[in-house]
């Protein structure tokens, strides 16, 4: 075999002879393909460009999240449960209560229009175990645009900046709801259906069986409503009195609330029978009647992140 | 010059295979995943209702009740839930309607499972709803009125009017005016021409009043009266019942109270249900058209930027639909799309989720790609006429999208949603067959490239 470095002469076996078997062999298949390479590539990258931001967006890490109604939710800045508990542990923590809202999610009161039914726990709990928040945020647009008057100021940031937590580096779910649940009269559970998500009972196993399927480290903490009073056509009543049509009072909201923390193991904060909130205190401890003071708010947060110290202690 | 466009034209054509193809496999899925499931809107209630008694008020058609009606007595003999059998009509039905559409397009099949899975088509195929068959027999009444065949146009006519009361309107102009089109253009036989279509038009409205006169109600379904005024009401003066309400005649302030005013405008739905009906009993219907076209003048007058700009934005979205919802699935509108959305997902989330993401975000590439692919076969010699044919529909389909979405645009405020125009995103998926199809006469290499 001569080998004088000429292509024509280079021999079938020496190296430049397999490196140019090689390199024809390539040339002749991606000219047949090359038109189908190009359009593999070029739908891979629409594919990417598609569902692409849903792998590459920026996540925030929090180390506490609050979910509830308006006793977390409708605070000033730096004010509120969240921000007393944020300086109690010394750690990051989300205010994620929307005022007005409830547990359960109840069919026959939902509308396309209405914004609460997509805030509710049950909704919530979907778009958190999901990482879904389509329906919410579209939800809000809807608000804001015909100013419902369900929709508070903060809700559409509040839902935006929800949707963009990394619940996988969450440590604590908090879960404060059944004021609401109470007020509007859902029932307090369903004995037929115990997963019927138009009862409070029945949100909350719904809820949490989600989240623990979809983030089972993260530790859930249910927080029973606190005790209140309401006004009704300009009469007081105590909410251990009176019962909307439909629910319950508002303690049978609370034992439900524990009584689901046994069953599914996870923890709960019982404020309605242990935080000292009562007709004695209420003058101090509730701004309304139904709201909590800013003493209100210290409290409830002190014992919160005492609760959460205590389960660090145990583990 | 010629080599690289062909070469250029031939992965378009790979690409839009395998972006279409995926689309499909994942719609498939959907579809298989969702069979047996059920979407809970609220307008599906209410036609339960209404299969019930068989009466129906001048909002809802009497034909889909009457569909219910008999899958249940299917269901009851075959133990499936009535609703699949269902879903099954509206699949077979809708399949084999825009694969008829299609005929003169290239690579019917692919193209026909194509826009059956689009997200804003495929929900309502798994719905107990009538939209999904009304725009597709709608579009087939076109089509047929296009051909002259007035028999088949007057029956689809008849059935997608039966289905969505003002489908009547939206078909019957394209029924008319194809008549008068095919009447001054066909000079023998003008008379003939001329004396079946109206002989059809005929026979369909004296059925459509026959089975109105039986079966539609005024209020039976607590609405007001469907009126020109009337939506001109709804459009106009909701949500500022209350805060304009200084401008109201003594008439109206005569009935409502400026708390109940809040009421109406906290939902738009309260405005036919509340507002209207009240006011029609107290004033009887024609007083009361007086009355509405009153309050939208002086709300008009008042507000006109602001509800300039809301009529604009609801057209923008019904025009586009899937730019508008999915805009690459970000949270755009001020419409029932975060429910239509919620009670697709509501069996099956996470593959719910992932299809909408991905077919809401390539329906514009895809469109993109075939206009490309279009407009380059043009560049390429030899392939400038042909599809005249299809060209001349494609402009009827257009025509048809517009009415529709100024229609639903005028038709109320606040109530937004995209399934009153599956026939805008039929549309739209069929612009972009148009642009795939080569023309007639044209015989290239590109052809042997066909997807099935």
Known sequence: MINDGNSQNVGKYTEKGLQKMGKDWFQKWFKGKSTWIISVLLAAFAVFLCVGEQFFMDKVAYDVVLLGDSIIGNVNVGEGIAAYLQEDLGRTVFKGGFGGTTAAYREETSYPYSVGSQLSLVRIAEAIAYQDFLPQKIQMNYGDAYKSKEMLGYFNGCIKDMSRIDFHQVKYLVIEHGTNDYNIGNPVDNEENLYDTGAYGGALR????????????????????????????????????????????????????????????????????????????SEKYLADGLHLSPEGQKLVADRLAFFINEIEDKN | MKISVKKIRIVLLHTLRLLIGLQIIWGIAWIVANLKNFQNFKETTELLAISDSMLTDEYVGILYPVLIKAAVFIASWIPIPYYCYLYLLQLIAGFCIIYKLLEKFTDRLLLTLWIMTIPTVIQFYLAVLPQALAAPILLLCVYYCYRADWLKGGLALLASGLLIPEYFLFGGIFYVVELLIHTVKNKEERKKVFGKGILVLLIGCLIVVGVANVTVERYSRGRMARTPAAMLLHRLVWPNFSNTSYFWSQEVMDVFTVDDLFEVATYPDRVATQFGMEIERVYGVEKAQGIYLGMAGVTMRIRTREITD??????????????????????????????????????????????????????????????????????????????????????????????????????????????????????????AAFFLTPAESVKTENENCHFI
């Open chain 1, 206 to 281: 719904y809820s949490i069986e989600l989240i623990k399927e979809a983030y089972p480290n993260l530790k859930i903490i249910l927080m029973t409503p606190t005790w209140c009073w309401l006004n009704q056509n300009g009469e007081k009543f105590s909410c251990d009195s009176i019962a909307f049509k439909g629910g319950g009072l508002l303690e049978e909201y609370a034992d439900c609330a524990i009584e689901i923390a046994k069953d599914y193991g996870v923890y709960v904060l019982d404020n309605f029978h242990e935080s000292g909130i009562g007709p004695d205190t």
């Open chain 2, 310 to 431: 809301g009529i604009l934005a609801d057209f923008w979205q019904y025009s586009v639909p899937m730019l508008t919802y999915f805009g690459g699935t970000k949270e755009m509108g001020a419409s029932f799309a975060g429910w239509n959305y919620q009670c697709m997902k509501q069996n099956t989330p996470l593959l719910t989720k992932s299809y909408v993401i991905y077919s809401g975000n390539v329906f514009w590439i895809i469109f993109i790609c075939a206009l490309l692919y279009g407009l380059l076969g043009k560049a390429e010699k030899g392939a400038v006429k042909g599809q005249a044919e299809t060209r001349r529909f494609m402009k009827r389909i257009i025509v048809l999208c517009m009415i529709q979405a100024v229609w639903y645009t005028m038709s109320a405020a606040g109530m937004q949603d995209y399934k009153n125009v599956i026939v805008i995103s039929i549309g739209w998926a069929m612009a």
